[in-house]
């Protein structure tokens, strides 16, 4: 059965321009409504759009070595990419988003198809649809653009896997991507959009690229309806780092599944940038929280809640020996409290509930020392005192180890003293009071 659906605030037209594709003017071109709902044309704009719900997410970055190898720096050429994403909210239609943020020139999508997943590389007999772009194959996306495909139809349920499949015909060049996906991407040579089998895609790699997001809607009234969306919105903890690939460990997966164990599902969706700062943009680590916290959080489909835990790589990196951000600057609590506000600010203007979280224990990891310790603590009591938030989650209490709360407890521990394990991502889950969100 398809999960009911749910719609959302129909969002920003998207400035259209036809050449032989569709081209996106704009650098920030927002999703636009589907033109084939009202059976207009590509360049009439459409009087009535579907309602649309976001149901996965990722954020974008710039190309980079990142943290294992991967595709971004090289880009494509003559290829098919394909990646695997599942979704936590489920509808009879469904759209895909695309971002070209960080790209130097256009970006020439050739073709693309969603379907359902089988294992892999392989997709579902019968299920695989061509996606259109204001009613054409093929579209060009400008450099720093995004926009969203027309809606497929193809029935989603909530927490099913969806394979979206991208023809790269000509030269990209160095690709806007998400550095780390725990899920296995997939690539071959020529035009394999709409192969249902695996042996094309003779090469993986743990990143996503292009892909920003996948919406669903499920009655097409074009009426909004609550905006029931949780984001999570932080660093590599929020990312999922030390969770197993292609499982869907996650925090954001544990919690989407235990909101909906409890009758209560909403889609949960994860903007989480491994080495993210508040204070600070990194080629590495994304730009910083305020930078991106409107395109990653507060403007996708039906955001209604956003769960902010960052800050541990703002007093951390001071401390590490390791190269990949320096010279890294020493930050007070003050300093990383003042970013949180204005992160608090930017919600509730765009009418969206903030929910702050405590800082996890980073005792006996490369991030720890007296000085991140201290600032760590002050921050965690301003988070739990001051009510700045309209609510907050106490990371801190639920993962410390009995035995020396300054330490992720050994049970919950990935191994590097900092990031949690699948059970610690658990864990995190059910720190959450569920009526908070």
């Known amino acids: 059965m398809i999960s009911r659906a749910r719609k959302t605030l129909v969002a920003t037209a998207t400035a259209l321009a036809l050449t032989g594709g569709l081209a996106v003017t704009g650098a920030q071109a927002s999703p636009g ?17 579907t309602a649309w719900t976001a149901a996965w997410a990722a954020s974008p970055q710039r190309p980079s070595t990142g943290f294992t190898a991967n595709w971004s720096e090289a880009g494509f050429d003559k290829q098919t990419l394909r990646q695997v994403v599942r979704v936590t909210e489920g509808g ?12 130097t020139s256009p970006l020439r999508i050739a073709g693309a198809t969603v379907a359902r997943t089988a294992k892999g590389a392989s997709v579902e007999p019968g299920s695989v649809r061509r996606l259109t772009f204001g009613g054409k194959r093929s579209v060009s996306i400008p450099a720093g653009g995004q ?22 015909a000509e030269t990209t060049g160095p690709a806007t991507f998400h550095s780390q996906s725990f899920a296995t991407s997939y690539r071959a040579d020529g035009d394999h959009t709409t192969d249902t089998g695996a042996r094309a895609f003779g090469e993986s790699t743990e990143s996503w690229y292009y892909l ?42 544990a919690l989407a599944e235990r909101l909906a164990k409890a009758g209560k599902q ?14 600070n943009d990194s080629a590495w680590y994304g730009e910083k929280s305020a930078h991106r916290f409107s395109r990653d959080a507060l403007d996708l489909p039906g955001t209604g809640t956003v769960v902010v835990l960052e800050g541990l790589n703002d007093i951390g990196f001071s401390e ?8 890294a600057p020493v930050v007070s609590a003050r300093e990383l409290i003042n970013g949180h506000k204005k992160l608090i600010r930017e919600a509730r203007a765009k ?27 002050a921050f965690n009591e301003w988070v739990r005192t001051s009510g700045a938030y309209d609510a907050y989650v106490d990371f801190d209490k639920a993962l410390a180890d009995p035995a020396d709360p300054e330490r992720i407890a050994p049970a919950y521990d990935s191994g590097d003293h900092l990031h949690p394990n699948d059970a610690g991502y658990q864990a995190m889950a059910r720190a959450v009071d569920l009526e908070t969100l």
Request: no cysteine.
């Open 33 to 49: 409504p589907d033109r084939h709902e009202t059976g207009q044309g590509a360049g009439q704009g459409a009087r009535q759009g």
């Open 92 to 103: 009879d239609r469904a759209r895909i988003r695309l971002s070209n943020a960080y790209g």
């Open 147 to 168: 926009l969203s495909s027309d809606k497929a139809d193809l029935g989603l349920d909530a927490f099913e896997s969806v394979t979206v499949t991208l023809h790269l």
């Open 212 to 253: 920003s997001g996948v919406d669903v809607s499920g009655g097409g009234t074009g009426k909004p309806a609550d905006r029931d969306g949780v984001v999570l919105f932080g660093d590599s903890i929020t990312d999922g780092f030390g969770s197993s690939t292609d499982l869907n460990r996650r925090w954001s997966d």
């Open 266 to 279: 909403r889609p949960v969706l994860n903007a989480g940038i491994g080495g993210n700062l508040v204070l």
């Open 320 to 327: 590490t020996d390791k190269p990949t951000y320096k010279p």
């Open 351 to 377: 009418g969206v509930r903030v929910v702050g979280a405590t800082l996890l224990p980073l005792g006996g990891s490369d991030h720890y020392g007296p000085r991140a310790a201290a600032v760590s603590d």
